[in-house]
C-alpha cells in the first residue's frame, strides 16, 4: 500500500513537472530583426506622454516600443503571446479562447505566406518597433513571464494586426453563434434583417468587443464661428487592456509627424493628426462575414466543390491553458476549405469567409496615412486595401471635410442573399476580394459644412441635401442601418446650430442627454407599461422613472435607475437583438439597487465611479449619450459601479486659416497606463471627470519646454 501511494505521488509529482514545463519546451523562439542602431530621443512632458524624435520613420518606432512597454510591458506582452498562440498560458481558459481563434483563422500561416509582400520601409518599422520591444525585455528581464516569448520580429507584429482586425465588425458573434451550433448572425444591413446573437465572449478585442463604439465630428470654416476647421475624435473603448489607446507624439527627419492614440503592439500612431491633416475612427457593422454549408462525406475527410471531392484540411494544435502554476495542454483540431476556416458543429461543417482573409496589408496603409500631407496623398493611402473595418472622419488644414464608410467590403456576385447561410458546394458565391476604394460610400466636403458618425448608419452623417442616397449603394455591400442615441443627437444639435463656438462644440461632445426619436423612448415605454399592481416596490419605480429627465447628467433623482435599466437594453439594441423582457429587467435591476444601495434612487455620480489606485472621482454620463460610460464593473467591495468601457481617449484638433494647428486631449486615467508608481498613473482622472483637456504640445520645440524627462532608451 505504501508503494502504491509513493508511486501514486511521484507520479502526481512528474505531472506537475511536465504541466511546469511543457509549455516553454513546446514553443519556438522567434528569430530576431538584424541588429542595427536606432538614432533616437525620449520627452516626456508634464503628462509623462511620450514625444519621440528620431533619424527616421524607423528610429521612431523603436522609441514608440520602448516607451510603450515602459507605461505598459504587461499588456504589451499579452499581445504578443496572443500573436504566437500562447495567451492561455498568461489568462487561463479566456486565453486559450482567443488561441483557438489564431489556429482557427491561420494567423500564423498569412503572415508566413505574405510577409514578404510588404514594402520594405513598412518592414523596416516593424522590425524596429520589435527590436525596441525586444531592448525593454532584455533591460528588465524580471518582467517577462512567458519563457521563449522574446524576441519578438516584424512577423509577429503584424500577426497582431491580422488577429485583432476582423472583430472590430463582428467576426467573434459569427464564430461564436457556429461553435455553439447556432444559426450565424445577421448584421443590421440593408435590406437584410437582424437576428439573435450569441451571448458575450472573450475575443483578442477583450470581452466588450460588440460594445466597442465612438463618437467623431468635422466641421468645417463655414459652420464654426471661429473660422477653424475642427476634428473631434472621442473613441468609446475598454479603459484598460489590449485595445485600451496610448497617446503619443512622433517625430522624424523622414517627415513623419504625428500626434494620437495607438493600442498596445502597434509601431504607428492609429488616429489623431500630423501637421496638415487628421482623422479619427467609429466603429461599424457591416455585413462583412459570408457563412457556408459544406456537403461532407461521410468519412469527413473530404467536401464537394464544384462537381470535384477537395481535401478537408485538419490540424491538430495544442492550447496551452493556465491553471495556478500549471499551463495544461488541450487538444483542439482546426479545419479548413477553399472558403476559408471550417467550424463543425452538431449541424454540420460550416465554412466562414471574412473581410481581411489572407491579408496583411493594414500596416502599410496605417503607415502611409500618417505620412499623407494632403487629400489626394491620404486617398491613395487609403485605396491599398488593408484596414478591414472601421469609419474614417477626415478634415485637413484646407478646410476640407470627409465621412469615409470604409471596409474591405466583399466583391460578391449578385443573385443570392448573403446574409442566410450559403451553399458551399459551389464557387459562384465565393468572392475573390474586396471592392476598391471607389465604391465605398463617402461624403466629400458636404455643403452642410459637418459630418459625424456615432456608431450608426451611414444614411445619418451629413444633413439634409448632404446626405448618402441608399438608392446608389449596392445592397450587397451590407451597409448597416442601425441607428444610435449619439448618432442621433450628434446630427441634430450640430444642424441646430450655423455657427458653433468653440465652447457649444465642447458642450455637444459632452452632451447627456437622450433624444425620444430612438430606441430609449420604446424600451421607457415598456418599463412603465409593467404591471405592478401586485409589486409596490416596483409601481414605486415606476413613478420615479415616469419623472426621469432624461438626462444623465446626475441631476435627476431618476437618473442612476433609468440608466441601470438602459444598460440591461443597450447591447441587444446595439447589436439589433429583440431588447430583454421589460418586467423581469425591471425587478432584477430594482432589486439590485435595492440590494447594493438600500434605496432606488441613489445620485448617479454616488454609483457610477472612475476609479484607479487610491482615485475615486464620480463621473457622469450614460451608456448611450455623447458623453459615454458605456460598461460597469459590477465586483466593487462597495457594492459601486466602477466605469470600465466608455469615453477613453478624446482629442480635439483645429486648424486656423493659415493652416497651424493646435490640438488639446485627454484620457480617462494617465500615461503611464499600468505603472501604479508612477505620477502619471492617475494624473489626468481629475481633468477627465471634469471634461477638460491637455495641450498636446505637438511640435518637438513645444514638447521640449515642457518636458520634465529627456533620456535615450
Do not use: C
Amino acid at each position: 500500500m505504501r508503494k502504491a501511494l509513493a508511486g501514486l505521488l511521484i507520479s502526481i509529482a512528474l505531472l506537475a513537472v511536465a504541466a511546469l514545463v511543457w509549455e516553454p519546451l513546446v514553443a519556438s523562439e522567434a528569430t530576431p530583426p538584424a541588429k542595427r542602431s536606432y538614432d533616437v530621443e525620449i520627452a516626456r512632458d508634464d503628462f509623462g506622454v511620450p514625444h519621440i524624435k528620431g533619424k527616421t520613420d524607423a528610429d521612431t518606432a523603436y522609441g514608440l516600443a520602448y516607451a510603450h512597454a515602459e507605461d505598459d510591458f504587461s499588456t504589451i506582452e499579452e499581445v504578443v503571446a496572443m500573436t504566437r498562440g500562447r495567451y492561455g498560458a498568461l489568462a487561463g481558459q479566456e486565453g486559450a479562447q482567443v488561441d483557438y481563434v489564431y489556429h482557427l483563422l491561420g494567423v500564423r500561416d498569412t503572415v508566413t505566406r505574405r510577409y514578404g509582400e510588404i514594402p520594405a520601409d513598412v518592414r523596416a518599422m516593424l522590425d524596429a518597433y520589435a527590436a525596441g520591444l525586444n531592448h525593454y525585455a532584455a533591460k528588465h528581464p524580471g518582467e517577462v513571464r512567458l519563457s521563449k516569448l522574446f524576441p519578438v520580429n516584424g512577423q509577429d507584429i503584424v500577426a497582431g494586426f491580422v488577429l485583432r482586425a476582423p472583430f472590430f465588425y463582428g467576426l467573434d458573434s459569427h464564430i461564436g453563434a457556429l461553435v455553439e451550433g447556432k444559426p450565424p448572425p445577421r448584421e443590421k444591413a440593408a435590406p437584410m434583417p437582424a437576428g439573435t446573437r450569441n451571448t458575450p465572449r472573450n475575443t483578442p478585442l477583450g470581452k466588450d468587443a460588440d460594445m466597442n463604439g465612438s463618437n467623431a465630428w468635422a466641421i468645417a470654416p463655414s459652420r464654426m464661428a471661429d473660422g477653424k476647421t475642427w476634428l473631434i475624435s472621442n473613441s468609446h473603448q475598454p479603459l484598460e487592456g489590449q485595445v485600451a489607446w496610448y497617446e503619443a507624439v512622433v517625430h522624424s527627419d523622414e517627415g513623419l509627424q504625428m500626434a494620437g492614440a495607438l493600442f498596445p503592439g502597434s509601431p504607428f500612431v492609429l488616429l489623431g493628426h500630423n501637421r496638415h491633416l487628421g482623422w479619427t475612427n467609429t466603429v461599424n457593422r457591416p455585413d462583412l462575414v459570408d457563412t457556408y454549408k459544406l456537403v461532407v462525406s461521410e468519412s469527413g475527410d473530404t467536401y464537394r466543390y464544384d462537381g470535384k471531392w477537395l481535401p478537408l484540411q485538419k490540424k491538430r494544435v495544442w492550447l496551452p491553458v493556465k491553471f495556478g502554476p500549471f499551463a495544461v495542454p488541450v487538444p483542439q483540431t482546426v479545419y479548413r476549405s477553399v472558403h476559408g476556416p471550417v467550424i463543425k458543429n452538431d449541424n454540420g461543417y460550416f465554412a466562414i469567409r471574412y473581410a481581411g482573409i489572407d491579408n496583411v496589408k493594414a500596416v502599410e496603409q496605417y503607415y502611409r496615412n500618417t505620412k499623407a500631407t494632403n487629400w489626394d496623398e491620404w486617398t491613395k493611402s487609403m485605396s491599398i486595401g488593408g484596414i478591414t473595418g472601421t469609419n474614417f472622419i477626415y478634415a485637413d488644414k484646407t478646410g476640407r471635410i470627409a465621412y469615409i464608410y470604409n471596409a474591405l467590403f466583399p466583391d460578391r456576385a449578385p443573385g443570392i442573399d448573403y446574409t442566410k447561410v450559403l451553399p458551399g458546394d459551389t464557387s459562384r458565391w465565393v468572392w475573390k476580394g474586396p471592392v476598391g476604394f471607389d465604391a465605398y460610400p463617402k461624403i466629400v466636403a458636404p455643403a452642410s459644412g459637418f459630418v459625424q458618425n456615432a456608431n450608426n448608419t451611414p444614411y445619418l452623417a451629413a444633413g439634409p441635401g448632404s446626405e448618402l442616397d441608399p438608392a446608389k449603394i449596392s445592397p450587397y455591400l451590407g451597409v448597416e442601418l442601425g441607428m444610435t442615441n449619439r448618432g442621433l443627437q450628434g446630427t441634430a444639435l450640430v444642424m441646430a446650430d450655423s455657427s458653433i463656438t468653440p465652447e457649444e462644440l465642447h458642450a455637444i461632445k459632452m452632451n447627456m442627454r437622450y433624444t425620444r426619436a430612438g430606441w430609449v423612448k420604446g424600451w421607457m415605454d415598456r418599463l412603465l407599461a409593467v404591471d405592478t399592481r401586485k409589486a409596490p416596490v416596483l409601481a414605486a419605480a415606476q413613478k420615479l422613472l415616469a419623472t426621469w429627465d432624461w438626462s444623465s447628467d446626475g441631476v435627476g433623482r431618476a437618473d442612476a435607475l433609468a440608466e441601470g435599466l438602459i444598460r440591461q437594453a443597450a447591447r441587444a439594441s446595439y447589436r439589433g437583438d429583440p431588447l430583454p423582457d421589460a418586467g423581469k429587467t425591471l425587478k432584477e435591476v430594482v432589486d439590485e439597487f435595492q440590494k447594493r444601495f438600500g434605496r432606488i434612487d441613489p445620485a448617479l455620480g454616488d454609483i457610477q465611479r472612475l476609479r484607479r489606485g487610491n482615485v475615486d472621482l464620480p463621473v457622469l454620463g450614460g451608456t448611450d449619450t455623447l458623453r459615454a460610460t458605456t460598461m460597469w464593473d459590477r465586483d466593487q467591495p462597495d457594492g459601486k459601479f466602477r466605469v470600465r468601457h466608455g469615453d477613453s481617449f478624446i482629442m480635439l484638433v483645429r486648424w486656423d486659416a493659415q493652416g497651424n494647428v493646435l490640438s488639446e486631449s485627454i484620457q480617462p486615467y494617465g500615461a503611464a497606463t499600468n505603472r501604479p508608481s508612477s505620477p502619471h498613473y492617475t494624473d489626468q482622472m481629475k481633468l477627465f471627470v471634469a471634461g477638460k483637456y491637455k495641450p498636446v504640445h505637438f511640435e518637438w520645440a513645444d514638447a521640449v519646454k515642457v518636458a520634465k524627462r529627456r533620456y535615450r532608451p
